[in-house]
């Protein structure tokens, strides 16, 4: 992730076939123990509905506890939900993904940030709040002037429109924003340190295990496809590793990527070995047995679109 300096009132959208700056790593995951713990991954079931520009996961775990009674937090680790986005906490992060325990589905208010994060969580949430108000007041100052605003962003002004009051009432609203909290550089970083680089969990939720209790959890979510630099390729990735943390081995872990639109001529790259795949149902699927997974393990397919490929090769004269 960049550690550069970001100020929202500056910073630039680039559509999704911008090819001039990388897009943010897009990678699948699991979840992992926020503490030493003797709750064993029994089972992981992953389904992924793959299709050329996105990717739909259910993430299936079952959870039994070989010691005594415990309450932890289950961490779920960063995840990019944008290709081009502001490093941090995003205000609908939340809605970007659906954690299902024992068929009872977790409230917002349920997953929350750690506690080692929860002050940078809410420097970002300050920031998210005050952008509001300012689009508030905005709003209010327009209709006060007969202002409309377009859906391409423009004004249209009434013949009854004070341009020059309404421009000093929208300077006044903008000399108070800019003593307010910006999303600056010092905290992406502090974003990055602790949560990017993995020290603490993006968000946790609290499970209480009894003495030999099962539970089963659920994680869903939707992904943009992986896009390399300059659209050469696409691809999807699942870090399977996350797993590791949990008590002794994975009893069985099942990845099934099922291919919507994918022809498999434009399968590039497919890891690691042991995969079959069905070429009927365009399905690719691995299954591990009492496996501890490392990097090696992390499942990664990439493929193409001809003509992202095609523009991609004139314009690097490949």
């Not at 299709?51 to 039994?64: A, H, L, N, P, Y």
């Not at 300012?134 to 202002?147: A, E, F, M, P, Q």
């Not at 890891?271 to 149902?281: E, F």
Request: proline share 3%; charged share 30%; with cysteine.
């Amino acid at each position: 992730m960049k550690k550069i300096k970001i100020i929202l009132i500056s910073i630039i959208l680039f559509s999704f076939t911008n090819v001039d700056i990388a897009p943010n790593p897009i990678a699948a995951k699991g979840i992992y123990p926020y503490k030493e713990c003797k709750i064993r991954m029994e089972s992981e079931t992953v389904m992924v509905d793959l299709s050329v520009d996105q990717s739909i996961v259910k993430c299936t775990f079952e959870m039994k506890n070989y010691g005594s009674e415990t309450i932890l937090d289950v961490g779920f680790p960063v995840m990019e939900f944008q290709y081009w986005a502001i490093n941090g906490y995003q205000e609908n992060d939340k809605s970007n993904f659906k954690i299902c325990v024992d068929g009872k589905d977790l409230s917002e208010n349920e997953i929350k940030a750690p506690i080692e994060a929860d002050s940078l969580y809410k420097e970002y949430m300050k920031v998210y709040a005050i952008e509001k108000e300012l689009s508030r007041k905005t709003d209010s100052v327009y209709n006060i002037y007969g202002v409309t605003k377009k859906k391409n962003g423009t004004l249209k002004f009434s013949k009854k429109t004070n341009a020059t009051k309404m421009q000093e009432a929208i300077s006044e609203l903008y000399k108070w924003r800019n003593k307010q909290p910006y999303v600056s550089g010092d905290l992406v970083l502090a974003f990055d340190e602790q949560i990017g680089q993995g020290k603490y969990p993006w968000y946790v939720w609290n499970l209480k295990f009894k003495e030999n209790e099962h539970k089963t959890i659920t994680v869903s979510y939707k992904l943009p496809a992986g896009l390399s630099y300059g659209a050469e390729y696409r691809y999807f990735k699942y870090i399977l590793n996350t797993g590791a943390g949990w008590y002794g081995d994975i009893g069985q872990a099942d990845i099934i990527l099922k291919l919507d639109k994918i022809d498999l001529g434009k399968v590039e790259k497919i890891s690691p070995s042991g995969y079959s795949i069905d070429k009927k149902k365009n399905i690719i699927k691995w299954n591990f047995k009492n496996i501890e997974p490392t990097l090696n393990d992390d499942i990664y397919l990439q493929y193409f679109v001809r003509k992202e490929r095609e523009a991609f090769n004139k314009r690097f004269k490949k």
